[in-house]
C-alpha cells in the first residue's frame, strides 16, 4: 500500500513489529542495538517508555545517519507500575492474576530519527485495556502454551491472550506493539512514505 522514498531502518527484532511494517508493503532493514532497559529512580512510566524508545533508535541512528530510524517500545501499566516481560513461568502467572478482572494500560512510544536530517521525535500511545475475571488455573494453562513469555504484561492480544480481553479503548495495534496510524502519520508527515 505505501512504499519507502527513503531508507528506513527498523529497530527492533519484534516479529509484530516488523509483520506490520510487512503489511503496509514497505522495504526496510532491521538493526537491532542492545541498550540497558532499566527505569530511572523515580522515572514514570511515560517518561520511561518513551526514554527506552529514543535510546533504541538513537543507537541505531548514530550508525546509519542517513536512514530514517523506527524504534518503539511497549510497556504494561497497572496501578501506575509498569509490567516487563515475566522473568519465568511463575513471573507470568503472577502477573496475570494480578491484571485479572482489571484494566490496565498498554503504553507504546516510537521514536523516529535521522541524523542526517536532524529529526528526532516520540510519540506516546496510551490503549486502555480490561481483563476478564480468572483465576490461577486459566492463567496456568494460557502460560503453558509459552506465548506469554516474552510479552510485556504476559499476555499477547493477538494471540490466545485475547481470550482474556473483554474489551479496549484505544489502539488495537498499540497493544500488540506498534500504533500503525499514529506512525504513518508522521513517516506521510516526514515525506518517508508515501502511497
Not at 512510566?45 to 535510546?55: D, G, K, Q, T, Y
Not at 523506527?70 to 511463575?90: F, H, M, N, Y
Not at 509459552?146 to 504476559?154: F, V
Not at 497493544?175 to 513517516?187: K, T, W
Request: negative net charge; proline residues 4%.
Amino acid at each position: 500500500m505505501y512504499k519507502c522514498d527513503k531508507p528506513l531502518i527498523l529497530a527492533s527484532s519484534s516479529p509484530r513489529r516488523k509483520a506490520f511494517l510487512d503489511q503496509l508493503g514497505l522495504e526496510y532493514s532491521v538493526r537491532v542495538k542492545s541498550i540497558d532497559e532499566f527505569a530511572q529512580p523515580e522515572e514514570s512510566p511515560e517518561a520511561f517508555v518513551c526514554r527506552m524508545a529514543l535510546e533504541k533508535g538513537s543507537a541505531v541512528s548514530y550508525q546509519h545517519p542517513d536512514s530514517w530510524v523506527i524504534a518503539a517500545d511497549t510497556i504494561v501499566c497497572l496501578d501506575q507500575k509498569i509490567l516487563g516481560k515475566p522473568r519465568d513461568s511463575e513471573d507470568a502467572v503472577a502477573m496475570l492474576c494480578r491484571l485479572a478482572g482489571r484494566s490496565h494500560t498498554v503504553m507504546t512510544a516510537f521514536a523516529i530519527i535521522c541524523e542526517k536530517e536532524k529529526i528526532s521525535e516520540v510519540q506516546l500511545v496510551e490503549t486502555s485495556v480490561y481483563f476478564s475475571s480468572f483465576g490461577e488455573v486459566e492463567a496456568r494453562a494460557y502460560v503453558a502454551t509459552g506465548e506469554p513469555l516474552d510479552k510485556a504484561g504476559s499476555y499477547g492480544i493477538q494471540g490466545v491472550g485475547a481470550l482474556f480481553v473483554r474489551k479496549i479503548a484505544g489502539s488495537y495495534s498499540n497493544v500488540v506493539g506498534l500504533p500503525l496510524a499514529e506512525l504513518v502519520e508522521r513517516l506521510l508527515y516526514y515525506s518517508v512514505i508515501s502511497i
